[in-house]
Structures are given as C-alpha cells and as structure tokens.
C-alpha cells in the first residue's frame, strides 16, 4: 500500500487483535473483526450506533515479506508491511446496530498470518483505548491498485456539499493522467484533480462512491502528497505553521550591506517556499534560499534582523532568534580591492553563462564580486565563479567583474571577456510547424494526424494558432465561440472572435484521439488542448508554443502595446490564460490549471506594427517602439516566471519579408535581446486573394529562394533578400527561421506567354480548396484537385509552380524540390531551421523533405 500522510488514516498502535473474540468496544464507534480460514482473511465492520455510518477504511500491518491481494467486496493496496483496505460502495455506509455482512471485505494472505495494529477510521479496530477524534467536515481519502490511484471524497456534514477541488504534489518526474470520473491537469510536481458533473456534489453524510475520480500515475510506486481539498487538508487536520529559521549569522557586512545566513527550517504541513527576511518590523526582501543581502543601510549603524519561514499558503512561522549587525564606518577604510584578473567563460547554455576570475585582495577584506554586462549589474557572487542566467539565445554578451570590499569600496573592472550563448536548439536545426485551430473542421486535420502522419517526431516546434485579443478588456481573450463574418475585409471580422469548442470544450472520439482515448464530454480539458497535451506526453520534447495575432486577430495589437500599463496588463493576462492554463469556464470545461503545462511559450505574430495588416487593424505612431517594448515585458514576465517553476520559456515570433514592413516596425537589434527565433515570413510574396484582392492580374512566385530575374515587379521579393535585411541588422543567424508554404497561391485565367504562365498575365484568383478561400489550396488538396497542373521548377530563382495549360490555372507552392534546395542553403548560411505555414497541407512528404535536408 502507499500511504499519503495527509489522506490516509493513521495506523493506531495497537495490541495484536484475536482471531475469534471482541473485546468490549467503547459506544458509537465501528468496530472491525478478523477472522483466517486457510489464507484467507476477512473484516466483518460493525456499527453500535442508532444512526447509519457513512464513510470507513481499515489499515493494519503484517509480518514482513507476506502480501494482501485478491480483495473482495473491497479495494486493497500495501506498501512494505502496512496494508490498506478499502470498501466498496455498496458497503461503505453501514448501517444502524448492523453489520457489513454478506458483503464483508476479504482478501487473500500469501501465508497464514493475524494482522496486528489494526485501526478503522484512526481507531483501534476492537474498540479499546481513546475514540477517534471528530470527523472533519470534508475529507478526501486515497488509495491505489497498482498505477491506478482513487480518491474517495466524503462529506460527513448535515448540509449537501457543492462542489470540490482536490490538489496534490508528486514526486519530481511522475505524471498523472487517464482520470475516470473527473479531470486531472498538472503543471511540475503540482495536480489537480476535478469532479465529472455528476459527482460534483456530494450528498450530506454521504460520499462520490461509487463515482469516485480515478487516474494513473506514471509510476506505480509514488505516492501523492500535500493533499488538499477545497484549500484544506484532505485528513481535516489543520494546518501547522512551518518551524522558525535557526542559527541565524551574518558572514559578511559592509557599510551599506548586510549578508545574512540561516539553518532551513522544518516545513510543517506544506511545503516551505521562502524566507522573509525582517529589519526591524519592516520587510527587507524575500528570498527562497537560506542567504539574503540587505542594502541600502546607514554606514555605522545597528540593524537588528530577524527571519520567518513562509509555506505554500503563505503561512508564516515565528520568527527567529533576532540578530544585531553594526554596519561598518566608511572612515576605517578608503582603499579598494584590485581588480579581478583572468576572467573567462567555462561553461554556456541558450540562457545561462557560468563565468570564473582570479581573487581580488583588498587591505580589509573582500565582501563580493559585481558581474556586469555593459554598464547593468547582472549579479553578485562571493565566491570567484558566478552563473549568469535569464540571457537571450545565441546574443553576444561582454562580461566584467568589479570587486567590493567590506567598506564598499570597488575595484576597477577586470578585463572583458565576450561570450554568445547557444541557440535554443543546441544542436541541429530547428523545425517550427504551426497547426491551425480551425484544421478540425473543414480540413479534418486533427493533432492526431500529425503523429500518424509521422511529422511529430519530425518537429522541434509546434505553434498553435490563434489566440485574439479582447477588444474590451485589451487582454488574451479565450472562452468564446463566435464566428467570423463570410467577408474577409470586414474591419470588425476577428472582434470578440475566438472558438473555446475547438480549443478545450468539444469531445473528441477515439479516431481523432493520439492515444486512441476517446473524451467523456465531462472532461475540464477537452478539445485541441487535451490532444496536445497527449501529443506532448508521447513527444516530451516537441515544444508548444500558442501563437497570439494572426492575419484576422492582429487588429488591437497596437493598443495593448500602446503603455506601459497595458504591456503589463495584457503579457500578465496571456501568461496567466496559456502557461499558467487558467482557461475560463466554457460548457463545463476549463477552470484553474486546466491547460497548466501545454505551452512551452508564447509565439507574437502581430501583422503588421506600423503597416496595414488586415482591413481594419489599429496602427499607431509609435508601434515600433511599443512593438519592442511589448516583446521586452514578454520576455521579463516569462523570466519572472521562470524563477517560479525553474522552467525556461521561448519566445518567438513571426516576422516580416517586408523590408518596408521591417522599417516600419521592428527594431531587430533590440528585439533579437529578447526573441528566441524569427519566424521570417518565406511566402504570400504574390498572390491573389479571395476577393481578388492583392495581385488579381499577374500570376508569380510566392516562395522563391532567390529573386527572379523576369519579375517585372519594382522590388523583387526572395527568401534570400528577406533574410539579408535580418543578418544586415546584426541579426545572429542562429535566430533565424525561414518559411516554407505547405500550400499553394494559385490563379486562373493565365495566359502561356512562352514562359508557362510565369509572371503572365491572369483573369483573377483561382478556384480553392474551400468556398471562402479562393487562390489557395493546402499541398495534398493541390496536387489531387487540379487535373492536368503540370510541376515545373525554375532553377534560376528555385521556384516550383505548375501550370495546367494556356488560359489555365497556375499554381506556385513548395515542393520536396525546393525544400531541398532551401534546407541546403540555409545550412549554408547556418540559419536556425524552417517555419512551416501550416501542417494540415502535408500528408508527410513535405516534412520528410524537411528532416532529412536537416540532418
């Protein structure tokens, strides 16, 4: 059995119990009598009392090396020598002066043993010695067969209880899934587990047996702690504050600083989170470790510290014993240390870089090192080495070190060493692939057709888009389903637009499932999110990125990005809905921590900041700088978090081919300090749209790599060019991604020319795969929809179309042909990867081309 301090009962120690006889029992408690026949063993649950009893477990030991099994009427679990059992529904209420008879609990010994410190409900199971204390008003009680964990809610109040929550921790690496009769996310060691609508409430005195949630935990020996129901104990207990921190010193102080030192302390009933560190009564800092620095003090002056324990809940300890420091006089001492000589890199990640220098030597005594990029501290160290974290992928850095002696004098910089972080794959190349939310319909492309497919275990990246902005609220907007208007050039198309249904809310049926898993319908994660969730638990190292804009949703860009006050709001607002997966309640599904876990990051498309984008969108004089500014608070909150969770966060975003569009918005050199990958836009050079909008009237390439000598066009648009405007801007080449168009631009009405139809003139957008989406067909639609469209590549400009005949249709996409020849050159210029707009075009071939041109 595995036990779960704060669920299950505590094993009471008592005498070893007769086979045969009950002693007197003391009045209103059960009592449980065992009896052996052979090996198998049996709990006859009796209750002296006038009133039905609703809600009991047993827990005894037995000798070490013999098993319980084979439980009967019952659920029984062990672990070591410690035994639990478990009713089954039907016998949990027993009831008044009655008995559990016909149906009493047995179980299988494998040898003839009496089990000993036996306890029913924290009581001994004869009924001698002290009764049980009162039963709390809501309790939640855990056991396990195998993988397969339950909890068992009770409610032994007179009042019917309406709703409930239950959170736990498990160990570092263990995962929780597969949740019968509820619903299970988790974000790191932390569940939570929600009821199914019809065990949501629980019936005074009465239990969600036999509907109790169950799920499977990705190891059989783990044990779930921190229980806790609607923000109390599961066992009813209260809480009990963490202990005080000892032994608190303070190995080092300056004129201006205090470093101070403690012993951790014992957590009490959850786990300790921090430390808050006092000056006087005032709040200095607070810190998670077991050293703190407090500054800005008065030279020559006394401080008196103390320190307090804080728990998960934000319960404080007493505080410890208080410490008195006299900070030192800056008149002792006016000479600083030397300078730290030597420094060097040793070791470097995507964000971090470790940094080690010789000793300084100072007169008095050295207090500390400075670690400075630029003129900005980034860090202090007392020891000579020093890691550096929160940086940018693949970004440059110029390091110095000054050192500080205990009268705060500084020393001169040590010399500059210049360090550029990985990118943020390591090694290979990057593989960005988006899948659209809407796919599911039309398309019938599902999240599981990318594992069938085979392109998953291809991807390093996975974006999924969109999400929109909230034209009211100026926040990330989730939780609706509103359709967008037939007409594309609707100003106010995406306004309050979005589809929860898709997102989370609709079921999915076992053929649409990744694991083959079909939904309930009572699920709090359903939808795109729980198929990603799967995806992600079958390929542990795809990241998921949400991508926020979009051509339709990009239209109130510029007024979240407009302030200081709205940056902040906004980028708090889609971390607290995506990374943090507190989806907002939508047909019974989502709620708190319901997609905790999914997303990896957060992927910006804005289009355009200071240029027309779609018909409608707000643009503003400023959105250059806002533009940078607002990637800069994405980058600080997911760093803030960071700290949090111990995890890294990307950042990317999608980027312009545009060199007006780039002028216009982007300040590459700033934004590169804080994006992860540029998704540099490799297509739509041409096209016609749907209205036959945009370039109506002359056929031509919309990916070529290099630009076409015969276009007529004033500025020639190439992979190659669009690329150059990024690497000419300082732009570290390991940041760039370049698009690829799993889909085709097609017209009709295209003269030959002599040319095949290139840059020939045409009568307007060709038909497309779906009503509203006239010039444009997804790559397996294309070559399977239009007869007779002969593939030709151009070789000067690296340029696939395909053309079905004078006054016909001709169509410009990728192919395996081109991705060769991209994938080749972009190694050649050590590019990051490819962007993939977007997957549902692909039965495979395409992102096979991908993978093995990147290998």
Not at 489 to 495: E, H, R, T, V
Request: charged share 15%; net charge negative.
């Amino acid at each position: 059995m595995r036990r779960l301090a704060s669920v299950l009962v505590v094993f009471a120690m008592a005498a070893a119990m007769a086979a045969l006889s009950i002693p007197a029992h003391a009045a209103a408690r059960l009592t449980a009598a065992f009896t052996l026949t052979g090996n198998q063993g049996k709990f006859v649950v009796s209750n002296p009392n006038s009133t039905a009893v609703t809600g009991w477990s047993i827990a005894f030991e037995l000798p070490s090396g013999v098993t319980a099994s084979n439980a009967q009427n019952a659920t029984i679990s062990q672990t070591g020598t410690k035994v639990k059992l478990t009713p089954a529904f039907y016998i949990n209420t027993v009831k008044a002066n009655g008995n559990t008879e016909p149906y009493s609990p047995t179980f299988t010994l494998s040898s003839a043993v009496q089990p000993t410190k036996c306890t029913i409900n924290n009581a001994n199971c004869d009924g001698s010695g002290d009764p049980p204390p009162p039963d709390a008003p809501v309790t939640a009680t855990y056991s396990a067969s195998g993988t397969r964990g339950k909890f068992v809610v009770n409610n032994n109040t007179d009042a019917a209880l309406n709703g409930w929550t239950i959170t736990f921790d498990l160990p570092a690496g263990v995962t929780a899934s597969s949740a019968d009769n509820g619903s299970i996310s988790q974000s790191g060691r932390s569940v939570t587990l929600s009821p199914a609508h019809y065990n949501t409430n629980v019936a005074a005195h009465g239990s969600t047996e036999p509907y109790s949630p169950t799920f499977t935990l990705s190891s059989a020996s783990a044990e779930p702690d921190n229980c806790r129901i609607n923000d109390v104990r599961c066992d009813g207990a209260a809480d009990t504050p963490p202990a005080a921190p000892g032994n608190l010193r303070s190995p080092v102080k300056t004129t201006k600083t205090v470093s101070l030192a403690w012993d951790a302390a014992t957590p009490g009933s959850l786990p300790i989170v921090g430390y808050q560190v006092y000056k006087g009564s005032d709040l200095a800092t607070t810190v998670t470790g077991t050293t703190a620095t407090v500054s800005g003090l008065t030279p020559n002056t006394e401080y008196t510290f103390t320190v307090k324990t804080k728990d998960r809940k934000g319960t404080l300890s007493p505080a410890s014993t208080a410490l008195k420091v006299t900070t030192n006089n800056s008149g002792d001492d006016t000479q600083p240390p030397t300078a730290p000589t030597n420094l060097r890199s040793t070791a470097k990640s995507s964000s971090t870089v470790t940094l080690t220098w010789g000793a300084s030597t100072d007169n008095k005594e050295v207090a500390n090192y400075e670690i400075y990029s630029g003129s900005t501290l980034l860090t202090t160290s007392t020891t000579t080495t020093a890691t550096v974290s929160g940086l940018s992928p693949s970004t440059e850095y110029t390091f110095t070190v000054k050192a500080r002696d205990t009268y705060d004098n500084v020393s001169e910089a040590s010399n500059a060493v210049k360090v550029t972080t990985d990118d943020i794959i390591g090694s290979g190349y990057a593989r960005v692939g988006y899948f659209v939310q809407w796919g599911i319909y039309g398309r019938q492309y599902f999240v599981r057709n990318l594992d069938t497919t085979g392109v998953a275990a291809k991807l390093t990246h996975l974006n999924y888009a969109f999400g929109n902005i909230d034209p009211v609220n100026l926040t990330c907007l989730q939780g609706v389903t509103k359709g967008t208007t037939g007409n594309p050039q609707d100003p106010s198309q995406g306004d309050g637009s979005g589809d929860a249904d898709a997102d989370y809310g609709r079921p999915m049926s076992a053929g649409q499932s990744v694991d083959g898993v079909a939904d309930t319908g009572w699920e709090k994660l359903r939808g795109n999110f729980n198929q990603l969730k799967k995806l992600k638990a079958k390929y542990p190292n795809l990241k998921i990125l949400i991508s926020l804009g979009g051509w339709t949703y990009s239209k109130y860009f510029s007024d979240v990005a407009a302030t200081d006050a709205a940056r902040k709001k906004f980028v708090a607002s889609c971390i607290d809905t995506y990374i943090k997966g507190n989806l907002p309640t939508y047909n019974a599904a989502g709620g708190p921590g319901s997609a905790a876990g999914i997303f990896d990051g957060i992927d910006l498309d804005w289009e355009w900041p200071g240029s027309e984008g779609h018909a409608g969108n707000h643009i503003g004089a400023n959105d250059k700088q806002n533009n940078t500014l607002l990637i800069a608070e994405f980058r600080k909150q997911l760093d803030a978090l960071t700290t949090e969770t111990g995890k890294r966060y990307q950042l990317t975003a999608f980027t312009p081919a545009d060199p007006a569009k780039i002028e216009a918005g982007w300040d590459l050199p700033e934004v590169a300090k804080s994006l992860d990958i540029f998704n540099v836009q490799g297509y739509d050079f041409h096209g016609s749209g749907s209205d036959n909008s945009w370039e109506p009237n002359r056929a031509g390439h919309q990916a070529n790599l290099y630009a076409d000598n015969d276009d007529p066009y004033n500025f020639h648009f190439s992979v190659e060019n669009a690329v150059n405007a990024y690497l000419q801007a300082g732009v570290n080449p390991r940041k760039i991604a370049i698009g690829l168009a799993y889909y085709g631009r097609g017209w009709q009405g295209v003269a030959d020319g002599g040319k095949s139809g290139e840059w020939q003139s045409a009568t307007g957008a060709a038909p497309g795969q779906f009503q509203d989406e006239a010039g444009t067909r997804g790559y397996s639609n294309l070559l399977a929809s239009v007869p007779g469209c002969t593939i030709k590549h151009d070789e000067q400009s690296v340029a696939t179309y395909c053309y079905t005949g004078n006054g016909g249709q001709w169509w410009t996409f990728d192919d395996t042909w081109t991705i060769a020849k991209k994938t080749a050159w972009l190694r050649s210029k050590n590019l990051l990867g490819v962007m993939i707009w977007e997957m549902s075009g692909d039965p495979g071939t395409l992102t096979n081309a991908v993978d093995a041109g990147l290998r």
